[in-house]
């Protein structure tokens, strides 16, 4: 509509001037300009400030090798924990109506408006030495503070609605005539869901997936509090980062840096062309 | 079994013949309570066996007061920032054709996905004072990072995305026939947008602002790299959660997460009847 008005000369009365649209372009570019795209850049060239053979060096860490293998553990527990648990809670609030369910999305939705900090710091309080669980755990041996457990459990609460809530929107306005048609047709409850809800919802999941395991591997305030930082122990990488980062070891810190940036830029295209190709198949509703 | 289970359950649920409400409803609710609702109770729990008096004490503390001035502050400056360039940002993205907008879209989403420590070292790195910009700002007199400017450009980084994507689908909806009334009635193009459009946005403006804000209060990662972590000045109230807790004392880290609860809560109740408000007095069925 606006290139229609341009091209007869006549400014449409529902646009701005050509001198205004390209006033509010430029503006929008500096400050992304800015804000966005040169910490990325500075990202890639700090790594790189001393040499290509530098920063393998520091990615061939065993330190750094042993961060690498903690994240992937962490989010490969994390992530499919919270993807069951958003395919139920969606079940559940979506095809159904029942009391009390504005307030279960809510509190669904609660972990995001707690800081990271907090967020580990519960955790800390739970299961910390001086806690009613500390001594118990502590006489059957159990270690989930400074360990495996702990970072998983962090991890879980933070990224804890990021399936159920890409999947609800998406699941409501699906309705249930799908699944209502294949009960009819006398398949059970758990082939419909497989044959017939899964393949509706798969993109949505994905979605949902995709920005629950970024958070997951990302993750530093939670996971920082609980983790203790026992070197190649306990450390995830962005904790690495800190640490290498701590010790003015930039070259090293920024390397780990750029896998995490190019996880971050994966997500991004990978969220983008799902966005593009399939976007009736995730939820119009939301688009983060 | 349907129907039987159709009539026992008509207190809570309306009948439906999806089964699995009880499975999903029951995974649900004890994986929130685990996860979610046990660690938060506890964190009230402790901080009811605090004591009144001692709890009062903690708070009063002149450091935890100064850190929560600084947490507060930098995230309402920051997320008034974004709301500012975020919905001009959304404006350009949903009305404007032009190269590479697909990509400045796709860009918006980079603070959800970059991990906040890799953007808190980034960002150090640009406003250092011997980084990109910083080295252009230090004659000046300007000092970005290792000052509380530096928080509040962390904390515009993480929250910008918060603006955009609750404004712009609220922007795609807008109907342009309501812009052409105004237009024919004689208003400029800048009344149109200021007292017809901007109104309209009020509630999604809102709810873009409130979730800025309070990822702001707890951001944690991008801030404690560039902020310089001064007490008084540029310490935030999570990184002095983190000290207490590295003190071992768990009674000063739980009052000080209890308190940043409290207000983040209470003010993004007053945001959200501020918006109720304005949903139903200007909104576009936001």
């Given amino acids: ?288 | 079994m349907t129907r039987h289970r159709t009539q026992r359950r008509w207190q809570i649920r309306q009948p439906s013949v999806l089964p699995g409400f009880g499975l999903a409803l029951g995974v649900t609710l004890s994986w929130l309570t685990l996860i979610v609702l046990i660690p938060l109770a506890g964190l009230v729990a402790r901080a009811s066996g605090i004591g009144l008096s001692s709890f009062l004490a903690l708070a009063a503390d002149p450091r935890v007061i100064a850190a929560l001035k600084v947490s507060f502050g930098t995230a309402f400056l920051a997320a008034l920032i974004n709301v500012v360039f975020g919905v001009i940002l959304a404006w350009v993205l949903v009305r404007y054709q032009f190269w590479g907008r697909r990509i400045i879209d796709a860009m918006v989403d980079l603070p959800f996905a970059l991990p906040t420590a890799v953007a808190g070292i980034a960002l150090t790195a640009i406003y250092a004072p011997n980084g990109w910009i910083g080295a252009l700002l230090e004659p000046l007199g300007l000092k970005v990072a290792f000052t509380p400017t530096g928080i509040v450009i962390a904390l515009i980084f993480v929250g910008l995305p918060f603006v955009v994507r609750t404004v712009q689908p609220i922007m795609e909806e807008i109907d342009r026939e309501v812009e052409e009334a105004a237009a024919t009635l004689g208003a400029t193009r800048f009344q149109t947008i200021s007292r017809v459009l901007l109104p309209g946005l009020a509630p999604a403006v809102l709810t873009g602002f409130s979730l800025a804000f309070a990822r702001g209060v707890g951001e944690y990662g991008s801030v404690i790299f560039i902020a310089g972590n001064r007490p008084y000045v540029s310490e935030i109230a999570p990184l002095l959660i983190v000290i207490r807790l590295e003190e071992f004392n768990y009674a000063g880290a739980t009052a000080i997460a209890v308190i940043m609860l409290i207000i983040s809560f209470a003010m993004l109740l007053v945001i959200n009847s501020i918006q109720a408000w304005s949903r139903r007095r200007y909104g576009y069925g936001a």
């Avoid at chain 1, 400050?31 to 393998?56: D, Y």
């Avoid at chain 1, 090798?65 to 994390?78: E, M």
């Avoid at chain 1, 990302?218 to 800190?242: C, D, K, W, Y």
């Fill in chain 1, 1 to 288: 509509m606006a290139r229609d008005a341009d091209s007869l000369n006549v400014q449409s009365a529902t646009t701005e001037s050509p001198l205004a649209r390209r006033a509010l372009i430029g503006l929008t570019l500096v400050f992304l300009l800015l804000v966005l795209v040169l910490p990325l850049i500075a990202v890639f060239t700090e790594a790189l400030r001393k040499g290509v053979p530098a920063f393998f060096e520091a990615l061939g860490d065993a330190e750094t090798f042993s961060a690498i293998r903690l994240t992937l553990i962490v989010a490969g527990i994390a992530v499919p924990l919270n993807l069951v648990f958003g395919i139920a809670a969606s079940w559940a609030i979506a095809k159904f109506e029942f009391k009390g369910k504005a307030f279960l999305t809510t509190l669904i939705d609660l972990p995001f408006s707690v800081s990271p900090v907090i967020s580990g710091l519960v955790f800390v309080l739970l299961f910390g030495s001086h806690s009613v669980l500390g001594p118990i755990l502590k006489s059957y041996n159990i270690q989930i503070l400074f360990a495996v457990p702990g970072l998983v459990l962090a991890t879980v609460f933070v990224t804890f609605p990021f399936v159920a809530r890409e999947l609800i929107p998406l699941m409501q306005e699906q309705g249930t005539a799908d699944e209502e048609a294949a009960l009819s047709l006398g398949a059970s409850g758990w082939q419909t869901f497989l044959y017939v809800t899964l393949p509706n919802i798969k993109w949505g999941l994905l979605y949902g997936v995709l920005l629950c395991n970024a958070r997951a591997m990302g993750e530093f305030g939670a996971v920082s509090v609980v983790s203790g930082h026992i070197r190649g122990m306990t450390n995830t990488m962005p904790l690495q980062v800190e640490i290498l980062y701590n010790e003015y070891n930039f070259v090293a810190a920024f390397a780990v840096a750029t896998l995490l940036a190019l996880l971050a830029l994966v997500t991004l295209v990978l969220k983008t062309l799902l966005e593009l190709r399939f976007s009736d198949a995730i939820s119009s509703g939301r688009r983060h």
